[in-house]
C-alpha cells in the first residue's frame, strides 16, 4: 500500500551514541547514511532512543481518543488534515499491532504513564485474536483485496467489527466531549512534549536533530518545521498554559517537561532569530 510506502521510505538514520562510541566510529557511520541519501542524526542511548520514543505518546493519545468514542477515520482525517502523512490509526495498522504493544509495553514500563498510559491489555487482547494490522488483513481497519472499481472510487476503509467489539471493554466516560475539538493537539502536545524531555535529558544533542527527526523520521507535518520550531513559533508560554490545561483536565501525561517551564521563565526560544 502506498501508506505503507511513505513510511518504510523515511529518510531518516538515528546513529545511537552510547559512551563508547569514539568520534572516528561516529564519522565513518555518519558519512555512510549520508552515501545512502539519509538525514542523519546522533541520538544518545536510551529507551526507544528519539523517534519512537516520541511515536508513542502519540499513539497511547490516538487511542485514548478512539476509547472516548471517536470513529478511526474521523481521526485519521484530522491528523492529516494537520499535515501529517498518514493518520495514527492507520499507521498503527501499517507497523502491526503486536510492534505497537511491545513498544508501548516496554516503554511503559522503562518511562511510566507519560508515554504510556492507555491499557497495553487491549492491544494484547487483539493480538490474541489474531488482529495485527494491515500483515493480518485484520486490525483496526480490515483489508480486502481490492476490486478495480474500489480502486477507482477510493472507498474508506472499512472498520474491523471484531476490534470494536474488544475496544468497547475499554471505552473511557464520554464526559470530554471537547476532547473531539481539540484532539489533534492532544497528540501533538504529547509528542512535543517527549520531544522536549528527550532534549532535557540530552537524548538529542540539539533542537535541530529533534526537528530533522521528527520530520523525516516521522513525518510531523513539515510545514511546522518540527517540534521544537512548533513550540518558537506558538509560543513556549501558550504551550506550557495549554500543556498545563490539559493536565488538570486529562491527567499527568500531559506534564510538562521542565525545560519548557524555564525557558519561558527566562523568556527563551530554541532558536535564536
Given amino acids: 500500500g502506498h501508506m505503507g510506502d511513505k513510511i518504510r521510505t523515511m529518510q531518516n538514520l538515528e546513529i545511537i551514541k552510547t559512551e563508547k562510541t569514539s568520534e572516528r566510529t561516529l564519522s565513518i557511520v555518519y558519512d555512510l ?53 498518514v493518520g495514527p490509526i492507520t499507521l498503527i495498522d501499517e507497523v502491526g499491532i503486536d510492534v505497537a504493544y511491545h513498544v508501548s509495553y516496554d516503554l511503559g514500563e522503562a518511562l511510566g504513564k507519560r508515554v504510556s498510559s492507555g491499557d497495553p491489555k487491549m492491544l494484547e487482547e487483539l493480538m490474541k485474536s489474531g488482529i495485527l494490522g494491515r500483515k493480518t488483513k485484520k486490525g483496526f481497519y480490515q483489508y480486502k483485496k481490492k476490486s478495480f472499481f474500489d480502486k477507482m472510487m477510493s472507498k474508506p476503509k472499512e472498520v474491523n467489527p471484531g476490534t470494536l467489539k474488544i475496544l468497547a471493554k475499554y471505552k473511557k466516560d464520554q464526559n470530554q466531549t471537547d476532547g473531539f475539538s481539540t484532539s489533534e493537539k492532544r497528540l501533538t502536545y504529547r509528542m512535543l512534549n517527549e520531544a522536549l524531555y528527550c532534549l532535557q535529558e540530552g537524548i538529542l544533542g ?15 507535518p513539515p510545514i511546522f518545521g518540527g517540534p521544537f520550531r512548533y513550540v518558537d513559533t506558538y509560543g513556549p508560554n501558550k504551550l506550557l498554559d495549554e500543556l498545563k490545561r490539559f493536565r488538570d483536565r486529562y491527567g499527568e501525561r500531559f506534564q510538562p517537561a521542565q525545560i519548557l517551564v524555564d525557558m519561558v521563565s527566562k523568556g527563551q526560544t530554541f532558536y535564536r532569530y
Avoid at 540539539?206 to 510531523?220: K, M, Q, Y
Fill in 206 to 220: 540539539s533542537p535541530r536533530d529533534g526537528d530533522i527527526g521528527a520530520v523525516f523520521g516521522l513525518g510531523f
Fill in 33 to 85: 547514511g549520508l552515501k545512502q541519501g539519509k538525514t542523519v542524526i546522533v541520538v544518545g542511548d536510551g529507551p526507544g532512543f528519539y523517534t519512537t520514543r516520541i511515536l508513542a505518546p502519540f499513539m497511547d493519545e490516538a487511542a485514548l481518543v478512539c476509547l472516548e468514542g471517536m470513529e478511526f477515520s474521523k481521526l485519521d482525517s484530522i491528523m492529516q488534515k494537520f499535515g501529517y502523512p
